[in-house]
């Protein structure tokens, strides 16, 4: 079945560490897009990948680098300068970036510190 | 511009009771609007969404919204909630992009 796959579920980050979250569909679409949820807060874009090899800043960018090498894969790394990453993290992806076109999830990879 | 409210961060039902979660838009452009559904440590899933034509919009789960332009609402409704619906629900906004705006949430509780 088609879909995406976001990995792993749980992560632990120790202070100072940059930590990869990783994220593959095979859904064939061209773009997908990083969230942050937090409780209470609904979902934040973090960065977003129209094709490959071109990505943008979303809304919360900072403390956050992202790749794009692959139609298929888009991970994203939480860096140490991120000072509070613990969060709930979605992957995403769409045919393409029309407004017409909805967005599908994966199950996501929640973070904390250690 | 865009954003979403969804009135009330919680709504409690029974169990057979009509399910009403509310949401209200602001879009500077013809809106493109989406409810999706979390459960608990899961991602979110799409119920419905509301493009274009028909203002009524039947989605999965015998769930249904209403775009209503002159009260810039998209409302979630179901005639009669079941215990499996217990979970949290987002409205979404899209304008002319890219762009998915989304509300903080509503989590509903079923009570038996």
């Known amino acids: 079945d088609g879909g995406i796959t976001q990995s792993p579920k749980y992560l632990f980050r120790k202070e100072g560490q940059n930590v990869t979250l990783s994220c593959e569909q095979n859904l064939n679409h061209d773009a997908m897009y990083w969230y942050r949820q937090d409780p209470g807060q609904g979902l934040r874009l973090i960065y977003y990948?129209?094709?490959?090899?071109?990505?943008q800043k979303g809304d919360i960018a900072e403390g956050y680098s992202v790749s794009r090498e692959k139609k298929e894969s888009f991970p994203l790394t939480v860096t140490s300068a991120q000072k509070n990453p613990t969060a709930f993290y979605l992957c995403?992806?769409?045919?393409?970036?029309?407004?017409?076109?909805?967005?599908?999830f994966g199950d996501g990879t929640r973070l904390s510190i250690l | 511009a865009q954003s979403v409210t969804q009135l009330g961060s919680h709504v409690s039902v029974s169990e057979g009771a009509l399910v009403l979660l509310r949401c209200n838009y602001s879009?500077?452009?013809?809106?493109?609007l989406f409810w999706y559904v979390q459960y608990p440590n899961q991602g979110l899933q799409l119920l419905l969404k509301?493009?274009?034509?028909?203002?009524l919009v039947k989605g999965i789960n015998g769930f249904e919204a209403e775009f209503k332009k002159s009260e810039t609402s998209f409302h979630l409704t179901k005639p009669s909630a079941h215990m499996s619906d217990a979970a949290e629900y987002f409205c979404?906004?899209?304008?002319?992009?890219?762009?998915?705006?989304f509300g903080k949430g509503t989590l509903l509780t079923v009570n038996p």
């Open positions: 990948s129209q094709i490959v090899n071109d990505f």
């Open positions: 995403a992806s769409s045919i393409g970036t029309e407004a017409r076109q909805p967005q599908h």
């Open positions: 509301y493009t274009t034509g028909a203002t």
């Open positions: 979404a906004v899209k304008g002319s992009n890219y762009k998915l705006t």
């Open positions: 879009s500077s452009v013809p809106p493109y």
